[in-house]
C-alpha cells in the first residue's frame, strides 16, 4: 500500500497518447493497491500548473515532464517524482535531476508515451489488458508521425470518443474512469476504432478545406534554411498536428506549416511543423526573445506577444 499522502498521476492534456499512458499507469498503481489515487491533465507547456497537495507520496508525470522551475515546488510538496517521457523537451530537466534523491525519470524518446509505461510498468500479457499490443502501436503511428494516413488519423478520432464516452466533460479523471477507458480499449479492435472516428476525421477534414491557407513569413532569416512557410488560422480545439500536415501534403514547396489561433490581450497561439527539420525551442527576434514548447524533432508551439506577425526561423534538423 502507498503511504497516506497518497498518489497523484499527471498527463498530457487533449493527447490520445497520454490518456493512454495514464490509463495504463493508474490501472497498474490500483493493481498495486495504490491509495487515495488522484489524476489530472496538464498543458504541455504546465502553465497553470494545479501543484500536488502538501504530503503527497508520490507524483508521476506521463507523457509530461515538469519544467526545471518547478522541481524545487515538486520536491516541497512529494516524497517521490516519477517522470514517463518521451519528449525531446524533457532532457534539460532529466539531467537537472539526475542526482536528486527524490526523482526517477524514465526517458525513451523512440517510443510513445504509452509505450513508456508499457515498458517501464509492464502490463499482463495474459489478461484482460493482452489485446492492447496493436492499440499501442497505432498510438505510436499517430503521436510518433511514424505513419500519418488516414486509417491512423480515424483511429485517434475513434480513441478521443472512446475516451468522451467513458468520462465526465467538465470534471477532473477518476481512476475508475481510466480503467474503463482502458478496458474498453481492450477490448475494441483497432478497425472498429478507427470506425468510430471516421466522421469525427471526415468533419475536421471539412473544417480544414473551409480555411484558407496564406504564405507565412520567416524571421529572422536563417542560412540553414531558405525553403516557404504555409499558415492557416485555427480555432480553439482544432487539431494542429492534422491541419499544418495537411498543408504540407497540399503545398510540396513548404517546408514548415504553420497554425495561428488568438489568444488572450491580443496574443496569437502558434503551433509549427517542419517537413525534415528540427524547429528551435527558442529564438531572439526583433520583438523579443521567444521560447517555445519543444516535444518533438520537427514540431514546437508557443505564444506570439501583441504585434508580432512573424515566426521562428528553424535550425537544421538534430537528428
Known amino acids: 500500500m502507498q503511504a497516506d499522502g497518497g498518489t497523484v498521476v499527471y498527463f498530457h492534456w487533449n493527447c490520445s497518447d497520454g490518456r493512454v499512458a495514464a490509463a495504463l499507469l493508474v490501472v497498474h498503481l490500483l493493481k498495486q493497491g495504490a491509495a487515495h489515487l488522484r489524476v489530472r491533465s496538464a498543458g504541455a507547456s504546465l502553465d497553470r ?125 477518476t481512476a475508475g474512469e481510466c480503467a474503463q477507458f482502458l478496458f474498453a480499449l481492450a477490448q475494441t479492435p483497432c478497425a ?29 532569416p536563417s542560412a540553414a534554411w531558405d525553403g516557404a512557410a504555409v499558415g492557416v488560422e485555427l480555432d480553439r480545439g482544432c487539431n494542429a498536428t492534422l491541419l499544418c500536415h495537411w498543408l504540407l501534403r497540399d503545398f510540396p514547396d513548404a517546408e514548415v506549416a504553420v497554425g495561428l489561433w488568438p489568444a488572450r490581450a491580443g496574443a496569437r497561439k502558434v503551433s509549427m511543423r517542419a517537413r525534415t527539420i528540427c524547429l528551435p525551442k527558442s529564438a531572439e527576434t526583433p520583438h523579443g526573445h521567444l521560447a517555445w514548447a519543444f516535444g518533438h524533432a520537427q514540431a514546437c508551439g508557443g505564444t506570439l506577444p501583441p504585434g508580432v506577425v512573424e515566426t521562428i526561423a528553424p535550425i537544421q534538423n538534430m537528428n
Open 49 to 173: 500548473f494545479e501543484d500536488p497537495p502538501a504530503g503527497t507520496h508520490t507524483v508521476y508525470f506521463v507523457d509530461l515532464c515538469p519544467r526545471i522551475d518547478m522541481v524545487p515546488r515538486l520536491e516541497a510538496a512529494a516524497r517521490r517524482i516519477v517522470v514517463l517521457d518521451h519528449h525531446l523537451s524533457a532532457r534539460a530537466t532529466a539531467a537537472h535531476v539526475a542526482a536528486r534523491p527524490q526523482w526517477t525519470v524514465h526517458l525513451h524518446p523512440e517510443l510513445c508515451g504509452a509505450q513508456v509505461v508499457d515498458r517501464v510498468f509492464p502490463r499482463d500479457r495474459g489478461g484482460r489488458l493482452a489485446p492492447l499490443d496493436a492499440a499501442l502501436a497505432c498510438v505510436a503511428d499517430y503521436d510518433l508521425w511514424r505513419r500519418p494516413a488516414d486509417d491512423v488519423f480515424c483511429f485517434e478520432a475513434g480513441l478521443g470518443a472512446l475516451w468522451r464516452a467513458c468520462t465526465t466533460r467538465g470534471a477532473p479523471t
Open 192 to 220: 472498429e476504432v478507427a470506425a468510430m472516428g471516421a466522421p469525427l476525421h471526415a468533419a475536421v477534414a471539412a473544417d480544414y478545406a473551409r480555411r484558407p491557407p496564406f504564405a507565412v513569413q520567416l524571421a529572422p
